[in-house]
């Protein structure tokens, strides 16, 4: 974790220090639901400010999982080690995708980047869903 302190020590504390964590391989060998809020409350330890929680460093979807938000099941156990806010990333396709993960209490924060690609007005009518 030398790196997240020399991170937050460079920049100091008036500066966001997020971190994105791939936080399951889904492979065997590779990192599992299990570690991850070990894993968490060692990168809150470090200072992040918040951690942003998407699939492993391997494997970025989970075969045949259709739902929205993908990694939801991991980002819970990192919501419920940490204080920081933590942020879900994937598979986010609608507003209402994204209020029922956090009504749900499965993250603080959507992360969403390939939805907002495909269409540039995805915030509008996002926010236009769940109005």
């Known amino acids: 974790m030398f790196f997240m302190h020399a991170c937050r020590k460079s920049v100091g504390d008036d500066f966001i220090v997020a971190f994105r964590f791939g ?3 889904y492979m065997e060998g590779g990192s599992e639901i299990k570690d991850i809020p070990v894993a968490a409350r060692i990168f809150e330890q470090a200072g992040i400010d918040f951690l942003d929680i998407s699939g492993g460093h391997c494997i970025y979807t989970i075969k045949g999982k259709t739902a929205s938000g993908w990694f939801a099941e991991l980002s819970k156990p990192a919501k419920q080690a940490v204080k920081v ?5 994937g598979g986010v396709k609608t507003g209402e995708d994204a209020e029922k993960l956090l ?3 499965a993250v603080d924060l959507i992360g969403v980047g390939r939805s907002m690609m495909r269409d540039a007005e995805w915030t509008q009518k996002a926010l236009a869903e769940v109005q």
Not at 85 to 89: A, E, H, K, Q, S
């Open 85 to 89: 806010p933590v942020m879900l990333t």
């Open 23 to 25: 936080a399951c391989d």
């Open 103 to 105: 009504e749900g209490q």
